[in-house]
């Protein structure tokens, strides 16, 4: 009898694995050799200052960014490329690509909604176009992930028509419905006034404690430390500082990372 | 000129209705093509890149030939080298829909071109594919977006139309022509169609706006107006 093929996730292994990832736009090297693991359920947080590649390397994680170098896998699969019988690595098709970034939810700084649907609409889109549910299914599980934001009553409002943190958290639920293995934010507050970044990260707290999966790229330091179960600190495309929330903000080892967290919290 | 207006156009508003109904169906049938011509070039020159630079040819050349070149080329070349179109109304829509789809694949590229890249990462994000993608939120937006440029080229088809009567159309300019050739009595005739030209282009871009705006109203994509 042949056992049955677990994923890592499901016997206690990373759900999420960065194996010396690079990045390159021409010349500039944007990331250079990003290795890391997150295991399901937990909360990964990066930060650093502007251009340090947070976002590429967030980016590099859905294949919305295709790395120079270096794989990304999915519940041990690797995105964007496909290994032959013979262990050869050839480019995955871009069905397979769409297929895995499905399972990955992504929230964006400028939150990127679909003007012209409504919320409801932004909501169950994916569903019905990429995971084939029924209007009538999608349109209950889309009310269902717009309630869980406490936007339900929004429902049928156009993106135009809702406030900056409202329109963030429909985004959330867009993520949220497809049930993504992982979910990736990037700077999902830096854009919001500081009366509406309140109630985008209460959504993300309450998410970290149902067990998501959450990869977080902020400049909320607070966040970050409450949040978080491990912290990583980038300078120049490479991770400079790696550990707990209490060994990053504490107790930094990093000479630069002590220099980031003081001029950020100050 | 009260006179001459109830001598030489009353008796003939038949006639002038008939051109009129010529000149709508037309311009109507062209503009059909001309949209459907024009996204295809703009898709090729977008996203086909084997074949990118014969939309660009085709485009560019579109543009650069006169509306009456392409009319007497369409009219008498094309029987001779492809055996069509066999009646002059099609080479005349066939021509108009050949400028008219160079402007319009332009107008849809610069939609494109300028949507903001989120749009179509997030909806990449959520594992749609690039057809997908195209046909669920980028073509929506850039239709809603470009509206008026859309509605312009069709109010440019209708002037171009006048033009149609050089390879003998019965559109309303011939038939204000043949009037007027009849009892050479230009001033009434004229100026009548130039009004009835008036009144359908501003009857189109009054409906095309009111609907252009409902829509931007209901979506809040005035900003981009």
Partial sequence: ?266 | MIDNFNRFVIPNLDLLAHGLWVTVRICAVAFAMAVAMGAAACVIRLYVPGVRYLAIGYIEFSRATPIIVQLLWVNYVWPELFGFPQSVEWAGIIALAIQSSGYLAETFRSGIEGLPRGQIEASMAVGMSRSRTFRRIVAPQVLLVMAPSIVNQLAVVVKASTLVSVIAIPDLMYDALKIVNQWFEPIEVLTSVAVIYILTIFSLSAIAKRIADYFREKYGLAAYA
């Fill in chain 1, 1 to 266: 009898m042949i056992a049955p093929t677990l994923s890592p996730a499901s016997t206690g292994g990373p759900i999420l694995r960065c194996s010396n990832v690079r990045k390159s736009f021409g010349a500039n090297e944007v990331l250079r050799g990003i290795s890391f693991e997150i295991p399901a359920g937990s909360v990964l947080t990066i930060i650093g200052a502007s251009g340090s590649g947070k976002s590429t390397l967030l980016r590099c994680l859905n294949h919305l960014e295709q790395p120079t170098s270096g794989e990304v896998y999915l519940d041990g699969e690797p995105m964007g490329v496909r290994i032959k019988p013979n262990g050869t690595r050839v480019p995955d098709k871009a069905a397979n690509i769409a297929r895995k970034r499905a399972q990955i939810g992504m929230v964006f700084q400028q939150f990127n909604l679909w003007p012209h649907m409504t919320a409801l609409q932004n909501v169950t889109e994916a569903l019905i176009q990429v995971k084939g549910l029924d209007r009538a299914k999608a349109a209950d599980l889309g009310r269902n992930t717009l309630a869980k934001v406490n936007l339900l009553e929004k429902a049928d409002d156009y993106p135009a028509r809702l406030s900056g943190g409202q329109q963030q958290r429909v985004a959330i639920a867009r993520a949220l419905a497809m049930a993504p293995k992982v979910m990736l934010f990037d700077e999902a507050t830096s854009s919001l006034d500081p009366e509406l970044t309140g109630e985008v990260l209460e959504v993300m707290r309450q998410l970290a404690q149902e067990g998501m999966t959450m990869v977080v790229v902020t400049h909320e330091m607070g966040f970050a430390r409450e949040v978080s179960d491990r912290v990583i600190f980038l300078h120049e495309g490479q991770i400079d500082q790696d550990g707990t929330p209490e060994e990053v903000f504490v107790k930094p080892t990093s000479e630069r990372c002590r220099r980031f967290l003081s001029s950020a919290l100050s």
